[in-house]
C-alpha cells in the first residue's frame, strides 16, 4: 500500500492541526517525537528497492537519469545503492556497513573510502536521505516548534551534526502522521543549502519506506528518487561485500 502526503485542503481543519501539533509540543520532547518516528520508520526485516532519478524534479513522461539497485539492512547496520543506468556508469556503487562508507569503481575493481556528500554528489542522494530512519539517531537541539510544510502542520526538530564537519540538519515532521516531510541542511547562519522533500511512502507491513524524495541543492535544480519494486524479503550477508558488487557488474 502506497499513501501520498496530501495538502490539506479545508482551513479549518488546517487550523485544527496546527493547535494539535502546538498541545503536543507542550507534551512531548524532541527525543520524544524521533521515537515516535523510529517506530513508524524501523523494519523488521530487510528492504530491497530499484530508484530511479529523474533530473527537474519530476518523472512524468520522461526517462531517468540514473537508476540504482537499492538493499538495505537496519539490523546489521548494512546499505548499497548499486548504479544500473547509464551504461558508462553502471557498476558505481556505494557500501555503507557499521557506519563506514566507501565507493566501489568497477573500472580497477577497487573500494575506497568516500564521504556521504561525495555520495550524494555524484547518485543524486545520500543513505540517510533514502532511510530517514538514520536521522532518529541524531541529538535535537533545543525544544521542537511547529511549522507548516505544503499546508499540513508540522512538529521541527533541529539536529546536530554527528561530526564536527557536518551542518546541522532540520526535521519537520507530520504533526498527524508522525513521518518526516522535509530534511533541510543549515548554513552557518542558519539557513538551508540543500532540502529534501519526502512526498510519498510505500506502507508495507505496519511500518513505512519513503517512496518519492525529492532533493533541490541551493540554486540548483531538483532531483526526484521514485523507488519501486519493493520488497522485504531477508537479504543473505554476502550482498553487502566487494565480491557480490563485483559478481553483479558480470
Sequence with gaps: MRFAL???KRPALAACLGLAAAAALHAQ????????????LAPDRDFYARVSVFENGA???GEPAAEFFYFRSDARPAFLL????????????YLL???????????CGCAS????????????????????????????????????VGGEAAVVIVLSPSEKAEPDLRLSLSAERGLPLRLEYLDDKGVP????????YFEIGKRYFPSRIRATDRGGRPLLAVLSDASRNPLPDFVFT???????GK
Design 82 to 93: 548499486y548504479q544500473s543506468s547509464p551504461p558508462y556508469l553502471t557498476g558505481l556503487a
Design 97 to 107: 556497513k557499521n557506519g563506514a562508507l566507501q565507493g566501489f569503481n568497477p573500472d
Design 59 to 61: 518523472d512524468r513522461g
Design 193 to 200: 543549502f540543500r532540502t529534501v522533500e519526502y512526498l510519498a
Design 242 to 248: 566487494k565480491a557480490y558488487l563485483e559478481e553483479l
Design 113 to 148: 573510502e568516500t564521504y556521504q556528500s561525495v555520495m550524494y554528489a555524484r547518485a543524486g542522494f545520500s543513505f540517510d536521505e533514502l532511510n530517514p530512519l538514520a536521522l532518529a539517531a541524531r541529538t535535537p537541539r533545543g525544544a521542537a516548534s511547529p511549522g507548516r
Design 29 to 40: 520532547s524532541s527525543g520524544e517525537f524521533l521515537t515516535a518516528m523510529k517506530s513508524l
Design 6 to 8: 496530501s495538502r490539506l
